[in-house]
């Protein structure tokens, strides 16, 4: 079994100061990792996601996120928030190789101030 | 392409109600997924399906039943309502390891 530790259970932030979202893991097994993003009275979307290879992975609007196996953590980054980042991000995992389960952490809500 | 859709958006039930939320997917996803969010406690399973026909019992599947009878179709019916089942629950779907979510379906039951 796997499970999800996210260290931060809210996080404020100035608007287009660094910001840090951590997430830890505990399992057996290889892992694939995640980040989803839940914007207000919304579903969640798909932020990144590690499968494989380089250990750095990043999205398409400037987070990125870094595999280290030895922490078994993959936390989250953004150099510069905007107003439009306040959201919840809950990092997930999965075993590879087997059934596509996921087990999610608790969430972090993202509080970016102007 | 709609994705993933739910119905209804709103509820409200008294203690004891039943009812069923639908779940649709137009991806041809074989897996799909219930979950509940609740604040503090992030998303719990309630059950899953790995194909047409098929459910298993995630981590909180207490007090609640689901039926997969067509593929794009994943329904979770609510026997006898309690107000512990105040949440607001969300419909997944995915091919592989990514899940596509719903809006989701806000209950409340009094």
């Known amino acids: 079994a796997q499970s999800v530790t996210q260290l931060d259970s809210q996080v404020p932030v100035f608007e287009e100061a660094p910001v840090e979202l951590r997430c830890n893991y505990s399992?057996?097994?290889?892992?694939?990792l995640f980040w989803y993003v839940q914007y207000p009275n919304q579903g969640l979307q798909l932020l990144l996601k590690?499968?494989?290879?380089?250990?750095l992975v990043e999205s398409i609007n400037g987070f990125e996120a870094e595999f280290n196996k030895s922490q078994t953590s993959f936390h989250l980054r953004k150099p510069s928030v905007h107003i439009s980042d306040t959201a919840e991000y809950f990092c997930?995992?999965?075993?590879?190789?087997?059934?596509?389960?996921?087990?999610f952490g608790r969430g972090t809500s993202l509080i970016v101030h102007p | 392409n709609a994705g993933v859709t739910q119905t209804p958006k709103f509820r409200v039930l008294k203690t004891g109600q039943s009812m069923t939320l639908l779940c649709a997917q137009d991806?041809?996803?074989?897996?799909m997924y219930w979950y509940r969010q609740d604040p503090g406690m992030g998303l719990r399973l309630i059950h899953y399906?790995?194909?047409?026909?098929?459910?298993a019992k995630g981590e909180v599947p207490d007090g609640y039943n689901v039926s997969r009878l067509k593929k794009q179709n994943f329904l979770l019916g609510l026997e006898s309502a309690a107000p512990s089942q105040t949440s607001v629950y969300f419909c997944?779907?995915?091919?592989?390891?990514?899940?596509?979510f719903g809006p989701g379906t806000r209950l409340l039951v009094l």
């Open positions: 991806m041809n996803h074989e897996y």
């Open positions: 590690y499968l494989s290879g380089s250990t």
């Open positions: 997944a779907s995915g091919m592989g390891e990514t899940q596509y």
């Open positions: 399906s790995v194909g047409e026909g098929t459910t």
């Open positions: 997930a995992v999965i075993r590879s190789g087997g059934s596509y389960i996921p087990t």
């Open positions: 399992s057996s097994v290889s892992v694939y």
